[in-house]
């Protein structure tokens, strides 16, 4: 579901036609940003641990054919103070175990769709443990019918462990 996205295409995919692309994970503590990273990045489960300060990353993705586009992934370890001014592009990892705290996470959600106008990615993750909530109580709780009209949004379920839903 998204404002802007089709829901059919694969998320990096949709970020066309930029070339280079800098992209910031974001997300309360423990949600699941530092595997989300990796996953797309490598394509692999890299087993983290607590993010100090931020990891910078670099990448190169193929999306489509024969077109290469450069992403450069930003992990910041959720720290405000850290979090980069200039990006083109949000990830918002959402844990969708923590129930208790998805009006923290809501609240986070609307201030940065508020104040930029960049894509945000909104990963609903950890899809694979049957306490998950749905995409359909994700949207509900996250509120996502009164996110700003003016920034380009999509909301993805995923499992950062076996890369659903992490598709490049
Ligand atoms: P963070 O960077 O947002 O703080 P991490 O979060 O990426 O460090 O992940 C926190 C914990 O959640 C890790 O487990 C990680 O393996 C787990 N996790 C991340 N994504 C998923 C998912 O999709 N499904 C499940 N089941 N777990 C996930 P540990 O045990 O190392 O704390
Ligand atoms: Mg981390």
Request: some cysteine.
């Amino acid at each position: 579901m998204g404002n802007g996205l089709s829901d059919q295409t694969p998320i990096l995919s949709s970020l066309q036609p930029f070339q280079s692309f800098h992209i910031v994970t974001l997300g309360l503590d423990c949600a699941g940003k530092t595997t989300v990273l990796y996953r797309l990045q490598f394509n692999e489960l890299v087993n983290t641990a607590l993010t100090k300060g931020f990891n910078t990353e670099k990448s190169k993705v193929t999306v489509g054919k024969p077109k290469t586009d450069t992403f450069h992934f930003k992990d910041v370890g959720g720290q405000e103070k850290l979090r980069p001014l200039c990006t083109d592009g949000i990830a918002f990892v959402v844990d969708s175990v923590n129930v208790e705290r998805m009006e923290e996470v809501r609240s986070e959600l609307h201030k940065i769709t508020k104040r930029s106008e960049v894509l945000v990615l909104t990963t609903a993750n950890k899809q694979d443990l049957r306490s998950s909530v749905s995409l359909f109580l994700s949207e509900k709780f996250l509120a996502v019918w009164e996110l700003s009209s003016s920034t380009p949004w999509h909301l993805q379920p995923t499992c950062a462990i076996l890369g659903d839903g992490l598709k490049t």
